[in-house]
C-alpha cells in the first residue's frame, strides 16, 4: 500500500518561501510520474505541478509558473516543491499524488484518491 507523506508547510508572509517535502513509502519513487495538488477552502483541488518520473520534465500550473520549482529526489524517494514569492492566493492544503503511468504534461496519468495524505497546510498572511 503507497503512502505519501506531505511536509514543509507553515506560515509565512507575502512574497516569502516554503519549500514543501514529499516522501513515499510502500513503493520506490523512481517508477512513478508525480505530481503536487492543492486545496484552498471552498475550493476544489487543483494541479499545481508535475515531474516525470526521471525528473527531466516538469509543468507548472499558470498561476504558479516562474515562482516554483519542482524536484525529486528518487533516492530519498522524495518530491519537492520550492515555493518563492509566494502570495495570499497560495494559501491551500498541499498534498501530493502519482501513477506509474506519465499523462498529459508529465502528471500522473491517474489521481488515486486511496494515495491522498493527510497533506501539509501552507498559509501566507503578513
Known amino acids: 500500500q503507497l503512502q505519501f507523506v506531505e511536509s514543509g508547510g507553515g506560515l509565512v508572509q507575502p512574497g516569502g518561501s516554503l519549500t514543501l517535502s514529499c516522501e513515499l513509502s510502500g513503493d520506490a519513487l523512481h517508477y512513478y510520474s508525480s505530481g503536487w495538488f492543492r486545496q484552498a477552502p471552498g475550493k476544489d483541488r487543483e494541479g499545481v505541478s508535475c515531474?516525470?518520473?526521471?525528473?527531466?520534465?516538469?509543468y507548472y500550473a499558470d498561476s504558479v509558473k516562474g515562482r516554483f520549482t519542482i524536484s525529486r529526489d528518487n533516492a530519498k524517494n522524495t518530491v519537492f516543491l520550492q515555493m518563492n514569492n509566494l502570495r495570499s492566493e497560495d494559501a491551500a492544503v498541499y498534498y501530493c499524488n502519482a501513477d506509474r503511468k506519465e499523462g498529459v504534461y508529465y502528471c500522473p496519468g491517474d489521481v488515486h484518491d486511496e494515495y491522498w495524505g493527510q497533506g501539509t497546510q501552507v498559509k501566507v498572511a503578513s
Open positions: 515531474i516525470s518520473s526521471s525528473g527531466g520534465s516538469t
